[in-house]
């Protein structure tokens, strides 16, 4: 008899989660497991499964986004249930913070993705499904598998339905040149790069569109929007050198700082991104569309569970021609 699958649920994105669980449906009756993150008075965590999860498949839907409590939490989670004899335990992060720190580029920092996954790990993970790493090789500083999803299966669909006469791909950094020559390379377009050099974190000094965009209609493509004020000013520089209309799409909406407004006043139409993160009241902008993973994120536990491919969920396995 193969065990029975239970779905929890940190305090990071609830809503996600139900839906997540809504999507997943077989099985679960009555949707996510029971669990209480208590609380002391000092803030210390403790979770507590209430009810059995002896041999079960256990997945614990938990972003790693600020507050870092969300971290621990999840941590803590996966302690609670290897201690409480679960059968197969998976950590489902659809936003893996500290991301961002994939190398060591500077003197004397930390390798803060590396530590997430070394923490996963010795908390008791079997395994992990994430979605749009900043750095897909971040999957290699595990010991465990990782799955890693791909946004671009929901993002897609949203694009062909726009029916942008002249489509255009753009990379608001060179960092994010692979992930948007992917996409492009689905829709037979072109792309072009918007190559910024920062001061500092958060920060940009300069910015260069390499490529020509005159009369296009652009669409960005990245995986963390922060305070947007990349993508703001890349926008405004593909406006200045001639493009029709230009949008984004972004997987986590971390929005921190002037986020909103900066989205706001920028000359996006539209900037499209998924509900890995919870978006706070202020983020109902007129810009700012919202697309859900739960069906995604279901799809991938199912075939999980049932010891089936996950391949069909990227856009590599069902490109135009192919």
């Known amino acids: ?190 792309m072009v790069i918007c190559d910024k050099h920062r001061k500092r974190a958060n920060e940009i000094a300069s910015m260069v569109v390499i490529g020509d965009v005159t009369n296009r209609d652009i669409v960005l493509i990245d995986d963390i929007c922060d305070t947007a004020g990349t993508l703001s000013k890349a926008a405004n520089l593909l406006m200045e050198k001639g493009a029709r209309s230009v949008r984004a799409f972004c997987t986590h909406p971390v929005f921190s700082g002037n986020a909103y407004e900066n989205i706001e006043k920028s000359v996006l139409q539209e900037i499209v991104v998924c509900d890995t993160i919870p978006i706070k009241p202020q983020g109902a902008g007129s810009k700012i569309k919202v697309i859900s993973v739960a069906e995604l994120f279901a799809v991938a536990i199912r075939n999980m569970h049932e010891n089936k491919s996950i391949t069909s969920l990227f856009i590599h396995s069902h490109r135009r021609g192919d």
């Open 1 to 190: 008899m193969q065990p029975s699958v239970k779905i929890f649920t940190g305090n990071s994105n609830p809503a996600l989660a139900e839906k997540i669980a809504k999507k997943y449906g077989k099985g679960l009756n009555g949707g996510l497991g029971k669990v209480k993150i208590q609380k002391f008075s000092d803030g210390e965590i403790q979770p507590v499964f209430l009810e059995s999860i002896r041999g079960d498949y256990v997945f614990l839907i938990q972003g790693t986004s600020a507050p870092s409590d969300n971290l621990l939490e999840l941590l803590l989670m996966i302690d609670a249930a290897k201690r409480a004899s679960a059968g197969y335990i998976t950590a489902v992060i659809p936003y893996f913070g500290y991301a961002r720190q994939d190398r060591k580029d500077k003197p004397r920092v930390a390798i803060g993705s590396k530590l997430v996954a070394n923490l996963l790990t010795s908390a008791g993970a079997n395994r992990v499904i994430t979605m749009d790493l900043h750095a897909p090789q971040i999957q290699g500083f595990f010991d465990i598998p990782v799955d890693h999803l791909d946004s671009s299966a929901i993002f897609i669909p949203y694009i062909e339905n726009l029916k942008l006469e002249n489509l255009t791909f753009a990379s608001p950094d060179v960092g994010s040149t692979n992930r948007v020559r992917e996409v492009a390379s689905y829709f037979n377009a072109e």
